[in-house]
T-cell receptor, first 115, second 116 residues
Framework: DGGITQSPKYLFRKEGQNVTLSCEQN?????MYWYRQDPGQGLRLIYY???????QKGDIAEGYSVSREKKESFPLTVTSAQKNPTAFYLC??????????????FGPGTRLTVL | AQKITQTQPGMFVQEKEAVTLDCTYD???????LFWYKQPSSGEMIFLIY????DEQNATEGRYSLNFQKARKSANLVISASQLGDSAMYFC?????????????WGLGTSLAVNP
């Protein structure tokens, strides 16, 4: 089945540690996105990538880093510089940014908790 | 500034009845797209329906339809014949196509509870 997978589903981190969230898609989509969701708030864009080896900062990129070495993969690293990393993280992909509906399809999410 | 407003934090509907979830938007762009997503308690964001700003017909997708009123800048989601599985958060989002815009603008969501 085609889709987007995120792992792990739940992640616990001690303060001061970096953690990496995985996102893989087999939809052959060019664009991939990372969002953060906090209770009572809409989604906020962290980073996005339109093509391999290229990515752009979103609205809340501070304390996060990404890479896009393969079309299928867009891992997100939450660094110790992120002051309040406890949140629900959603990865999405779309066929080609800026054209037509360009619907974003989402993975199941990773819930990160800092202990 | 581009903005999405969902004024209903929570809604209740009886099973098998129809329900309308409100969404108003603000943009100065002529070309834009409007999306509705469903987020059940599991957390995954599920795409429901899309309406382009130049589409003359209201979008429909099974039991979902979008009541698009361009002059009023509203894009309400109508769910017909509600089912218990429709209980979830619903988000309205907007994408503008002018220039190099590459992101969706999201509303805060409406929590829908379907009563048996």
């Amino acid at each position: 089945d085609g889709g987007i997978t995120q792992s792990p589903k739940y992640l616990f981190r001690k303060e001061g540690q970096n953690v990496t969230l995985s996102c893989e898609q087999n939809l052959n989509h060019d664009a991939m996105y990372w969002y953060r969701q906090d209770p009572g708030q809409g989604l906020r864009l962290i980073y996005y990538s339109q093509i391999v080896n290229d990515f752009q900062k979103g609205d809340i990129a501070e304390g996060y880093s990404v890479s896009r070495e393969k079309k299928e993969s867009f891992p997100l690293t939450v660094t110790s510089a992120q002051k309040n990393p406890t949140a629900f993280y959603l990865c999405a992909s779309s066929i080609e940014p800026g054209l037509g509906a360009d619907t974003q399809y989402f993975g199941p999410g990773t819930r990160l908790t800092v202990l | 500034a581009q903005k999405i407003t969902q004024t209903q934090p929570g809604m209740f509907v009886q099973e098998k009845e129809a329900v309308t979830l409100d969404c108003t938007y603000d943009t100065s762009d002529q070309s834009y797209g409007l999306f509705w997503y469903k987020q059940p308690s599991s957390g995954e964001m599920i795409f429901l329906i899309y309406q382009g700003s130049y589409d003359e017909q209201n979008a429909t997708e099974g039991r979902y339809s979008l009541n698009f009123q361009k002059a009023r800048k509203s894009a309400n989601l109508v769910i017909s014949a509600s089912q218990l599985g429709d209980s979830a958060m619903y988000f309205c989002a907007m994408r503008a196509y002018a220039g190099n815009n590459r992101k969706l603008i999201w509303g805060l969501g409406t929590s829908l509870a379907v009563n048996p």
